[in-house]
């Protein structure tokens, strides 16, 4: 099915108004910035319950099949519901590791019965999904990690513990990488990928308190949990592959994510108006050649990033390094929101060195709040370095590190 | 201020798509490295038989009407020929001359058109005279002068960077008169009468000369239309920013080619070079630079012309590329270690061009002055 330039300029239109309408007034708390960020309780269900309007509007999982919660519609659809909700920075959609990656995952290589279990309940926000990759010993070399998932009978019997796992109070599944056969040729044979559910006997959830100093993320402790064969996704002994699959629609280097955005960007236009108030001796800082300049290589990394997504889907402008784009998305993003988020501290003069709940604070604290959020980008999902190697290697075919 | 949340979409016609593919062919037979090399010995200022298949693949009139014999496409199209170039070093008037042409059709007279246009199209040679000895990248800024006696044009001063002056066919070059900028129509035959200097400049491949006016007159008929010049500078700037920002996209990504290339067979300590961070990474940021130069490339081909938008899409396009190529070629220097400081080691050449591209028409900080005052 394809749609007329007036038929989306439509739909965009239903779209604006609806969100016009029915995003949610500023509820009183500071909101988390992604789901990497969501540390309480009324941050927790205010998401949620918004995830769920937003389904039960229709504008979510858009182009995902019917049978399992979708609405079977063009992804054309979908991608211009996910840029209003960007335009009009209405909070992100909470289940971010289900509508995103684990999702994607399930209805690429799940089974019915998988498919039909979880995909609605991920498009609800009614299932929480949560991510057990890294443990405290094996991060950037996930194809290291340890947690064992031994085999007894038709279950498996989980010992040890996965780290910083962002929305783990709130989980009622886990997609989890665990070793189920040790001494194996390399350390990527031995692994299992699994679709567990986390509130059963011999798990548990400890929170871990964030350089902000709010609550985000968690370290999981697995103490004999017994789950059955049936959670395995992909042949056991094959979960490394399964996590490479996981980790390209994690980066966005798949497509097939559900819609809706993940994270709440600062853009280049708030530090603008931040450079138009912030005083630079007397005048406005916007009147300073060295921060009018820092600005337009702001706004044109900012560009780059629209570029290159439209850049990418024109097949004979990307023949030389196909993947170049989609793989380096995460690192570009991540770094430009890291180093924009920092130039906007610098706007601030002496009173830079505020944070949130000082009532001299600009802007409440916000840019100092961001700022060190942003690093859960560079470093959750692949940390910047690693995907450095992973490009250098993958993309320009460069010898190992 | 921009909005900056507008929906980007980067137009890119089928007409493009054959041609980038035909000149990325083209380039790499046309142009393997010691053509490079050979090119900087050769006594020609170019390869006569390379540049008549240029000529009867149509692309010195891809911008040119078709009432004037050109296949009436626009800018946009040119780009996908000069990036493979570019990436291939190629030293040709192509350029220079699509430059002309763009000249002519923006503040020719119709004689002029009728006249030269058919000629470029069939391969005749431009070469543009529009910067000074002062260096300035503003334009307008002439000491070059012209004056009026009886019917013809007395023209004094000194133009430079013209390249392949020697073998053109006819120059434009720009002058004042009457103390407003006029741009001066210059057949072989009037180019005979001025004096010819090779320069010598960083980039080997090209080959530019300077020209100096003095005791050289032409007819006044060869006046371009004065109430049309500035116009036609600030575009035939502009399309030049853009197809130096191709050039230097182009030639980004050749130098990377390079880089890759010696990462992945020199040895140290016993590994392949490559497998160091230290090199492995800013390469991909090299990687990434060019990535992010070559969208804005394509935008700025895309929205060429078209008002302030475009002018910021150019600019943007000619800073990002001229960092790209910066860096990349730089970087490509420091990692062949000793052989990089050689005269043989292809690394010099990108950043021979990489510096040409960046500071003609204004480098990047140029741009994002201009950007700013454009935007803020
Ligand atoms: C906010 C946040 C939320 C997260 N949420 C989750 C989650 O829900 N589930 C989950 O499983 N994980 C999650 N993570 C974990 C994240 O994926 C890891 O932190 C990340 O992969 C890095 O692993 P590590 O912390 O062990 O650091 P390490 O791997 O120990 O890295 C330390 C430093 O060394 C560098 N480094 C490591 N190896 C190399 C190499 N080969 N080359 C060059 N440099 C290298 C790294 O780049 C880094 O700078 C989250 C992390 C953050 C910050
Ligand atoms: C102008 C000049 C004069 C010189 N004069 C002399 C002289 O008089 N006598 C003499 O003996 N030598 C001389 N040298 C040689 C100089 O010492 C070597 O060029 C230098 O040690 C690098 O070695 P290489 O050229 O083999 O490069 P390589 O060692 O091959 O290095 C290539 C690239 O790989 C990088 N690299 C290599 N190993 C690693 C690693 N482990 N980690 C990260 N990066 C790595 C290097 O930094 C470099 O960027 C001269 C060099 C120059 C440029």
């Known amino acids: 099915m394809s749609l007329t330039t007036q038929e989306l300029d439509e739909f965009r239109k239903g779209v604006r108004a609806w969100f016009e309408e029915n995003k949610p007034a500023d509820p009183g708390f500071l909101l988390p910035l992604s789901f990497m960020e969501v540390g309480t309780d009324e941050q927790f269900y205010f998401l949620r319950d918004w995830q769920r309007k937003v389904y039960e509007a229709g504008y979510l999982g858009m182009a995902w099949p019917k049978e399992y919660g979708g609405h079977g519609k063009p992804q054309a659809l979908q991608d211009i519901v996910t840029r209003e909700m960007i335009r009009q920075k209405v909070p992100f959609m909470t289940n971010t590791i289900g509508l995103n990656w684990a999702g994607p995952l399930i209805l690429n290589m799940g089974s019915e019965e998988q498919k039909k279990a979880y995909i609605p309940g991920i498009l609800s926000a009614e299932d929480i999904w949560c991510q057990g990759f890294s443990e405290p010993d094996h991060g950037s070399d996930l194809g290291n990690a340890q947690l064992k998932a031994t085999r007894d009978g038709n279950e498996f019997v989980l010992n040890g513990s996965k780290i910083w796992t962002s929305l783990g109070r709130h989980a009622k599944y886990m997609i989890l990488l665990a070793r189920t056969k040790q001494n194996t040729n390399n350390k990527y044979e031995g692994l299992s990928f699994f679709l567990i559910p986390m509130r059963i006997p011999g798990i548990e959830v400890v929170p871990i308190r964030k350089l902000t100093g709010e609550y985000g993320f968690n370290q999981t402790f697995f103490t004999d949990a017994r789950i059955s064969e049936s959670c395995l996704i992909g042949k056991e002994g094959e979960g490394w592959q399964v996590a490479m699959a996981t980790l390209a629609f994690e980066r966005g280097a798949v497509g097939g994510q559900a819609g809706g955005h993940a994270m709440m960007s600062r853009e280049v236009a708030e530090v603008v108006a931040l450079a138009q108030t912030a005083q630079r001796a007397g005048r406005p800082a916007i009147e300073d050649p060295t921060i009018r300049d820092r600005l337009v290589q702001f706004i044109m990394e900012e560009r780059s990033m629209m570029l290159n997504s439209a850049r990418s889907k024109i097949k004979a402008l990307n023949a030389d390094r196909p993947f170049s784009i989609p793989m380096s998305s995460k690192l570009v993003g991540s770094e430009y929101q890291r180093r924009m988020n920092q130039f906007a501290l610098s706007l601030q003069g002496a009173n830079a060195a505020y944070y949130v709940g000082d009532d001299l604070a600009y802007e409440r604290g916000q840019w100092q709040r961001s700022y060190f959020n942003s690093f859960s980008a560079t470093i959750g999902g692949g940390t910047s370095e690693i995907q450095h190697n992973i490009i250098g290697e993958r993309v320009l075919g460069l010898p190992k590190s | ?376």
């Open chain 2, 1 to 376: 201020m921009l909005d900056t949340n507008k929906k980007l979409t980067i137009t890119f016609s089928e007409e493009q798509e054959q041609l980038l593919d035909i000149a990325t062919s083209f380039a790499r037979d046309k142009f393997p490295m010691d053509k490079a090399r050979a090119r900087i010995a050769a006594a020609e200022d170019f390869d006569r038989a390379i540049w008549s298949e240029m000529a009867s693949l149509g692309w010195l009139g891809i911008a040119v009407p078709e009432e004037f014999g050109g296949s009436g496409l626009g800018l946009a199209e040119v780009v996908t020929i000069a990036e493979p170039l570019g990436r291939n070093l190629a030293g040709t008037p192509f350029v220079s001359t699509t430059l002309v042409a763009q000249a002519l059709l923006k503040a020719g007279t119709s004689a002029q058109k009728q006249e030269w246009l058919p000629k470029i199209c069939e391969g005749a040679i431009g070469a543009l005279a529009i910067v000074e000895p002062h260096g300035d990248w503003n334009l307008a800024h002439l000491e070059a002068k012209a004056t009026e006696a009886g019917d013809t044009l007395a023209l004094s001063g000194t133009k430079t960077f013209v390249t392949d002056a020697a073998s053109a066919d006819l120059a434009i070059v720009s002058v004042s008169l009457g103390g407003k900028p006029a741009l001066v129509l210059l057949d072989k035959a009037a180019l005979g009468k001025a004096v010819l200097e090779r320069e010598t400049v960083i980039d080997e491949t090209r080959r530019s000369y300077r020209l100096k006016l003095d005791g050289v007159s032409v007819p006044k008929a060869n006046l371009l239309d004065q109430a049309a010049t500035v116009a036609a500078l600030s575009h035939v700037d502009a399309a030049a920013c853009l197809l130096l920002a191709a050039e230097a996209c182009g030639g980004t990504s050749g130098v990377i080619d390079v880089i890759v290339e010696y990462l992945k067979t020199r040895k140290q300590f016993d590994r392949y070079i490559g497998s160091y961070q230290a090199l492995k990474h800013p390469t991909v940021d090299a990687l990434l630079a060019l990535e992010a130069a070559r969208s804005h490339l394509y935008y700025a081909a895309g929205v060429f012309g078209q008002g302030e938008e475009g002018e910021i899409a150019m600019r943007m396009a000619k800073a990002l590329s001229s960092d790209a190529i910066a860096f990349a070629s730089d970087r490509a220097i420091q990692f062949h270690g000793g052989f990089g400081f050689t005269y043989d080691c292809d690394a010099q050449l990108f950043r021979r061009r990489g510096v040409w591209c960046e500071v003609q028409h204004g480098d990047a900080a140029y741009h994002r002055r201009k950007l700013a005052d454009l935007i803020f």
